[in-house]
């Protein structure tokens, strides 16, 4: 069973246009959560992290939503550009020391020029 | 600033024989180490987690093992591969505290035929 849900395995967004990556979660034990980004053949890197104690983050184009009630969790890109198009995984975790983070599947965004 | 090495890029190894991934991360002193398996449909799957030398914790039963003779190295073996070991092989590390993003290492394609 899959703590961490990205149903969206893949997402096409016009460039310049806002993309909205979704991720859920079913642990309410959950506190704390990431955004990384993968392109193909290297090592993820990360983006964006939010608390439980905020519903809002936001660095530059990004910004992540977190919905505790509806244990829900949103990145917005605005605007999209061609090179964001890659894999994008949700984490969790519900430790201090952030150490067991669970990822979910991933969506594949792709950017069209 | 902090670099992590990983190697090597590739890997294809015959079913039986036995693998050694070694993992080190430089500018950084006690930082906790992470193995993961990206598997399609699943993301990334934490494999083990050590936060000091000679302490190893794992998160799946397995064929493989991991060990950290050394306080910025994380070695990720097995006796005998199986054709199911063959995936995409990731080593992370964060700082040892609270709440960390991880930083990955560029990944090891390991194909068992």
């Known amino acids: 069973d899959q703590q961490v849900k990205q149903n969206s395995p893949s997402l096409s967004v016009q460039e310049g246009r806002i993309s909205i990556l979704n991720c859920d979660y079913t642990n309410s034990m959950f506190d704390y959560f990431l955004w990384y980004k993968k392109y193909p053949a290297e090592g993820p890197t990360f983006l964006i992290s939010i608390s439980s104690i905020k519903d809002k983050n936001e660095d530059g184009r990004f910004t992540v939503f977190l919905n505790k009630s509806a244990k829900h969790l949103s990145l917005h890109i605005v605007p999209s550009q061609p090179g964001d198009s890659a894999v994008y995984f949700c984490?969790?975790?519900?430790?201090?020391?952030?150490?067991?983070?669970?990822f979910g599947p991933g969506t594949r965004l792709s950017v069209l020029p | 600033s902090q670099t992590i090495h990983q190697w090597p890029a590739t890997l294809v190894q015959p079913v039986g024989s036995p693998l050694s991934l070694e993992c080190t991360v430089e500018g950084t002193s006690n930082p906790n180490l992470y193995w993961y398996r990206q598997a399609a449909g699943r993301g990334l799957q934490l494999l083990f987690y050590s936060v000091g030398i000679g302490q190893i914790s794992s998160e799946v039963p397995q064929n493989l093992s991991a060990s950290r003779p050394q306080d910025r190295q994380f070695i990720l073996s097995s006796k005998k591969l199986l054709l199911s070991d063959s995936g995409f092989y990731l080593c992370?590390?964060?700082?040892?505290?609270?709440?960390?993003?991880?930083?990955f290492g560029p990944g090891t394609r390991l194909t068992v035929l």
């Open positions: 984490a969790a975790s519900e430790d201090n020391y952030g150490q067991n983070f669970v």
């Open positions: 992370a590390w964060s700082w040892g505290s609270s709440y960390n993003e991880q930083f």
